[in-house]
């Protein structure tokens, strides 16, 4: 008798189709997240009245500069763990380090930089 009522029971479950959840494809609007190099937005204090202004997101930036000449802005943006951008026809990168990978004493102390080659940096902190 066990067996005929689990015949019975498989054999009705034959007619129906599984259910499966849906799938959806991810947009690709929601699949790619903001490059770690947005985080560096606003502005970074160098010595002597110099610093680094960063405006944008998502990965494309305006890189303003103000040295003892004064301001330039220049186009950047961001590839892997810096951002890119060309300065009178030389193309340089910002990345993350420290005040003493900076290779400045002024900012030597300090633990939140940007830095452009050793002897222009910028910090926060």
Do not use: H
């Not at 009522?5 to 609007?29: H, M, W």
């Not at 947005?38 to 002597?48: A, H, M, N």
């Not at 951008?85 to 340089?92: A, I, L, S």
């Amino acid at each position: 008798m066990a067996c005929a009522t689990l015949v019975l029971l498989v054999a009705g479950c034959k007619d129906r189709a599984p259910e499966l959840a849906p799938v959806s494809k991810p947009s690709s609007a929601g699949s790619s997240s903001a490059p770690a190099t947005d985080q560096w937005l606003g502005k970074w204090i160098g010595p002597e009245g110099t610093f680094l202004q960063l405006a944008g997101s998502n990965g494309r930036y305006e890189v303003t500069i103000q040295n003892l000449d004064g301001p330039r802005t220049f186009s950047g943006q961001a590839a892997g763990d810096r951002i890119e951008f060309e300065r009178n026809g030389v193309k340089e990168s910002l990345r993350a380090t420290n005040g003493a990978e900076t290779g400045m004493k002024w900012l030597s102390e300090r633990s939140s930089c940007l830095t452009v080659r050793a002897g222009e940096g910028y910090c926060r902190d």
